[in-house]
């Protein structure tokens, strides 16, 4: 996956959501594969909330920024976050029906490294212009997941 270079402090925390969410979702790929149901119940858990939490301070704190610079681009990233919380939505239900299937998981992990990537092209050079006591405040969600 493509790194931008020189990402501040809060650049790298949110770069970190991303592999924890990368890792998350590939323990539910295994907790499918052995057919661990409620153990992929908790890991869906757990990855479904950080990744809202997630999408939620990157429209609170940089979305608005990079508006002023492409309101196109964040038009594009914001419909994209409404697409990955209908498919979050879906797969939930399909995990509770226990149909949702290996194929359906690693598409949506590929769904998720493209966007993850462009994020990190486009949206995480925000984080080094953010004001200090914004910057901090978007630090501390980070950290507190």
Not at 39 to 61: D, M, N, P
Request: proline share 3%; hydrophobic share 40%.
């Amino acid at each position: 996956m493509h790194r931008p270079t020189k990402l501040s402090a809060t650049g790298q925390l949110l770069l970190r959501d991303h592999q924890r969410m990368d890792e998350l979702m590939e323990r539910l790929l295994d907790d499918i594969h052995r057919g661990e149901w409620s153990v992929c119940q908790s890991t869906w858990s757990t990855f479904e909330r950080q990744l809202l939490q997630h999408f939620e301070a990157e429209e609170t704190f940089l979305l608005p920024a990079l508006d002023a610079e492409s309101p196109e681009e964040t038009a594009a990233l914001r419909t994209e976050h409404a697409n990955v919380r209908r498919l979050l939505a879906d797969m939930g239900v399909r995990i509770e029906l226990h149909t949702l299937r290996e194929e359906h998981v690693r598409r949506f992990i590929e769904m998720l490294k493209a966007h993850a990537a462009r994020e990190e092209a486009l949206l995480y050079r925000q984080a080094r212009d953010l004001p200090a006591d914004i910057a901090e405040t978007l630090a501390q969600r980070c950290a507190s997941r």
